[in-house]
């Protein structure tokens, strides 16, 4: 057996090799193993103790630290040949040993599995260059480790002055990588690279990274140390700001908190559940650190709950007298809402007058259902017919505190019943925000545009409303913040809307419906002479004898600028000729004469008429006649014009109409081809025809069965070449047996036709009973023709045949220019 010359040492060629697990031994460094496997104690046994002069042994590591007996598969191919100092066998029957790794080797070949591993190896020397780079790697190696040694407690300082002191870099390199704690691959690495140069690098970068972990650790364990000493310092100040305010007589801050907390409890007059809710939360408060973060949190909790009107409420004016006296100062006509304001007054007041008279007359007491002392209702009606305005109104009757609450676009539910608490930020709903900042119990409540409600993923706020405006259960409302029952039985609740038909069912089932129709043209006069005109002299700053206007000046700027349901554009044209005359004065001074507003003058402040009544150009052509619709925003008139050209049976709709709209079209068209013989119309028209069949106004969307009769008279007009008359309109539903069906909106049809000029309405005979919806002063100056059956429309609609029939029963409607008006937003029409 061969042997190879290490320096002064001879080792042989041959070695028992000694796997180790998780554990790399380099050259030059001293190390104590602990022997434990059968296999390594009869390798220590019998190649060290019985071949006592031959000392050495072959260190390898395993690849894998779980497999406790390696194959040479499972064994690295280098590793280092350590001399064993030193064997000590201990009572466990383990074997301590303290060996010094001389030199890297490699495994040739393995020559026995069997007691023990044992193979060939040849030597593998490091390779030292001595370059200038080598000696920065060097230096740079010991100032990181220095660094490394500071950061780390338990490593001694003896490291640090063994790296300082160390003259060769192998030598540096191996006492780094021996005393840093290492991944056991990454530590086979730097035995197995060659240069000494390259273990350098690696090791290099091995410090770097971890210097800035542990300089992290160490920020972070200052940053927790600073935290924790503030912490303490503070409790300390505490504690003797608190022996100080003691000796001197002076309560605790946080103790004066909780006391005021409890007196305004007391004061609150809370029922039991949330009473005992507070105390529950304020015996919490009271035993918890001001500096918790949760203190803040029960302390915003208890500031809602004795801040909310429990028992406070505003004394109603129950004088019937006073409450009609304010409503018609504040607002002309409306009849039916200042008559349900009264009764609810009046009963109000039989009730305080006569409470217990019912248990004294032995009257039967229901204990399911409690007594309702709130009203739901909702006021319907197009825009600017005074909703909202309303509302004040009413507060101001009654002497109740007024709020309103927006509801257009909200989303989420939590809007209106809170957030809980367990979120950051949270806060109670809008309906308990609104009654605080009121500081009553029983305000006006207007929940305004409850008809443009959203809703989305974070919940349906309609579906929150509905135990809010439900008399049977808006006694214990529950918002998610304040967690316990609050009585709003007492509020009187309005609503309002422009549409019925956006309102869930379930929620509209629980409000009372009044409904504010469009006003008359007589109505918008008294409103403008009573209200707006001296609001707007107001407003300008002018004085009442500078500026008049006359009845005449009002009725053309309802008629030829502000053709509206409300009363909202009237305002800003009486406002815009204020502001014009309010110019004049204030640059000439108070010298100037009192302007008096006629009609002529009109167009001289605000411009050529926006709107015109062109309903005789419209219809002077055969195939032309005029319709009804209702919109959100108020009725509108509509016109329906028929043409015919060569063809074969087409029939084309335009207007932007919806389905039920064109079924109209097609039963009108059918009926009129079954009774083509009964008007003179040649009965194969259609074969050798098409029809076009359009409603101007294309942007905005229509659609509704009521304009049946209309689209048949067109049709007829067009086919026998009679014109409909030019002042009148109508409305209804046909079927293909001729009958005329009832409608719907028939009050906002019928004042839309009155602004329009027209001054004869058909409508469907079932209709007649809802005349009594429709204003007396516009019933007085329209006559109304009640059909039955599409033939007696047609009879009233058109004008006698001219003597050309007989021989041209079926001239073409020519296209009818469009007048020049303001366009109108795009809406949609239920015609």
């Known amino acids: ?117 044992r193979a060939e190896i040849e030597v593998v020397p490091d390779v030292e260059d001595g370059s200038l780079e080598q000696e920065a790697l060097m230096r740079t190696a010991q100032e990181l480790f220095r660094r490394l040694i500071s950061l780390v407690p338990h490593m001694p300082e003896e490291l640090e002055t063994a790296a300082i002191n160390a003259t060769d870099a192998r030598q540096l390199a191996y006492l780094i990588a021996a005393s840093v704690r290492m991944e056991p691959q990454q530590a086979q690495r730097i035995l197995e690279l060659d240069p000494v140069r390259e273990k350098l690098v690696q090791l290099n970068q091995f410090l770097n990274k971890e210097l800035e972990v542990l300089e992290l650790g160490r920020k972070i364990q200052t940053q927790a140390q600073d935290e924790m000493t503030k912490m303490q310092r503070e409790y300390f100040l505490r504690e003797q700001l608190k022996a100080i305010q003691k000796e001197l007589g002076e309560g605790d801050e946080q103790e004066a908190e909780v006391q005021e907390f409890e007196q305004r409890i007391n004061a609150a007059g809370m029922p039991e559940e949330a009473e005992k809710e507070a105390r529950r939360e304020l015996d919490r408060l009271r035993k ?28 109603d004016n129950l004088d019937i007298a006073h409450a009609r006296a304010v409503l018609d100062e504040d607002h002309y006509g409306l009849e039916d809402i200042k008559k349900r304001i009264l009764e609810f007054l009046a009963v109000r007041k039989l009730r305080m007058e006569r409470k217990g008279e019912a248990e004294a007359e032995g009257l039967p007491h229901d204990y399911i259902r409690r007594e309702r002392e709130g009203v739901i209702l909702c006021f319907v009606g197009p825009p600017g017919t005074g909703k909202t305005s309303l509302g004040r109104s009413i507060a101001r009757a009654m002497g109740r505190k007024f709020i309103r609450l927006a509801l257009g676009g909200i989303r989420d539910e939590a809007e209106i019943r809170g957030f809980r608490r367990t979120y950051i930020g949270s806060m109670p709903g809008r309906i308990i925000q609104s009654l605080r900042r009121a500081e009553t119990r029983n305000p006006i409540f207007m929940l305004d ?28 409302f529950r918002d998610h913040y304040v967690d316990v029952p609050f009585d709003l039985s007492q509020v009187f609740f309005i609503t309002t809307a422009n549409q019925l038909e956006t309102i869930p069912q379930p929620l509209l089932d629980r409000m009372e419906i009044i409904e504010l129709s469009s006003y008359t043209e007589e109505e918008k006069v008294k409103i403008a002479q009573g209200y707006l005109v001296p609001r707007q002299i107001r407003e300008t700053g002018l004085r009442s004898g500078e500026i008049q206007f006359e009845e005449g000046a009002l009725r053309r700027l309802i008629s030829d600028y502000t053709r509206e349901a409300g009363v909202r554009n009237l305002e800003r044209g009486i406002g815009s000729v204020a502001r014009k005359v309010a110019t004049k004065v204030a640059e000439g001074g108070d010298g100037n004469p009192p302007v008096t507003v006629t009609a002529d003058k ?19 052509m055969p195939g032309v006649a005029t319709g009804m619709a209702w919109t959100p925003v108020g009725g509108e008139i509509l016109f329906i014009e028929a043409t015919r050209m060569l063809g074969g049976k087409g029939f084309t709709l335009t207007g932007q109409l919806g ?39 294309g942007a905005a969307p229509k659609d509704g069965p009521s304009a049946g009769v209309t689209m048949a008279t067109a049709l007829v007009s067009l086919l026998t070449g009679r014109r409909v008359r030019q002042d009148v309109a109508m409305t209804g539903e046909i079927t293909l047996r001729g009958q005329v069906l009832p409608i719907g909106g028939l009050k906002e049809k019928v004042l839309a036709a009155s602004r329009a000029g027209i001054t004869t309405v058909i409508l469907p005979e079932r209709n007649q009973k809802d005349l009594d919806d429709i204003p007396e002063v516009v019933r007085n100056k329209m006559h109304f023709v009640f059909a039955e059956r599409v033939e007696q429309v047609v009879d009233a609609a058109l004008e006698p045949a001219p003597a050309a029939a007989a021989e041209d029963a079926g001239p073409q409607a020519e296209a009818i220019p469009e007048p020049t008006t303001e366009p109108q937003p795009a809406m949609e029409i239920i015609a």
């Open 288 to 315: 918890m650190p001001s500096q918790a973060a949760e203190y803040t949190v029960i302390k915003g909790f208890l500031d809602w709950m004795v801040n909310l009107p429990w028992s406070k409420t505003t004394p």
């Open 449 to 476: 545009e409850v008809d443009k409600l959203g809703h989305d993923f974070r919940g349906d706020p309609a579906s929150a409303l509905l135990e809010v405006l439900d008399p049977e259960q808006n006694v214990e």
């Open 1 to 117: 057996m061969a042997n190879i010359e290490i320096g002064d040492m001879t080792i042989p060629t041959e070695l028992a090799i000694l796997p180790l697990r998780g554990l790399v031994v380099y050259p030059m460094m001293w190390l104590p193993l602990t022997v434990g496997q059968e296999r390594s104690i009869r390798l220590v046994d019998e190649a060290l103790v019985e071949l006592a002069e031959k000392r050495f042994i072959g260190l390898f590591t395993s690849k894998n630290v779980e497999v406790e007996e390696p194959s040479p598969g499972e064994i690295h191919e280098l590793g280092t040949v350590a001399i064993v100092h030193r064997m000590l066998k201990a009572p466990d029957g383990t074997i301590r040993l303290i060996v010094q790794g001389i030199e890297r080797i490699r495994v040739k070949r393995y020559l026995q599995e069997e007691p023990y591993l």
């Open 602 to 620: 009109v167009p001289d402040y605000l411009g050529r008429p926006r709107f015109l009544r062109d309903v005789a150009e419209r219809v002077e």
């Open 659 to 697: 389905d039920v709209m064109k079924e109209s079209a097609q039963a009108a068209l059918s009926w009129v081809r079954n009774r083509a013989k009964d008007y003179g119309i040649d009965e194969g028209f259609f074969a050798k025809s098409d029809i076009h069949l359009h409603i101007p106004a």
